[in-house]
């Protein structure tokens, strides 16, 4: 299993970005999948998931409104579309495989198996 992010950079608060997130070693359309982001000194944060076939999109209260998960299973790539971003959306960005999901009350926990390796994404003035 390996995934291989792109698309991260430095942006001015209020800028977009569109993270990338090519898969390969696994059969990419059978796995929800999620964006997980780490801040400097902090712990790792969910930001966004997405069922296997798309149908289902999950984000957390901070990111709603902003950003756009998505897939093209038939490029076995996950995406993550980042606007009106914030310096507090200042964080290496991962994507990860989920192992196993349960939804209560419109809400995912996510369990994951594998992760990429991130890409850098910061937001300054």
Not at 19 to 34: E, H, I, K, R, V
Not at 42 to 58: D, Q
Not at 91 to 113: I, K
Request: glycine share 14%; hydrophobic share 30%; charged share 15%.
């Amino acid at each position: 299993v390996q995934f291989v992010e792109s698309g991260g950079g430095m942006v001015h608060p209020g800028g977009s970005l569109r993270l990338s997130c090519a898969a390969s070693g696994f059969t990419f359309n059978t796995y929800d999948m999620t964006w997980v982001r780490q801040a400097p000194g902090k712990g790792p944060e969910w930001v966004s998931g997405i069922s296997a076939g798309g149908g289902s999109t999950y984000y957390a209260d901070s990111v709603k409104g902003r950003f756009t998960i998505s897939r093209d299973n038939a490029k076995n790539t996950l995406y993550l579309q980042m606007s009106s971003l914030k310096p507090e959306d200042t964080a290496l960005y991962y994507c990860a495989r989920v192992s196993f999901v349960q939804v209560l009350g419109g809400r995912p926990r996510y369990e994951y198996d594998y992760w990429g390796q991130g890409t850098q994404v910061t937001v300054s003035s």
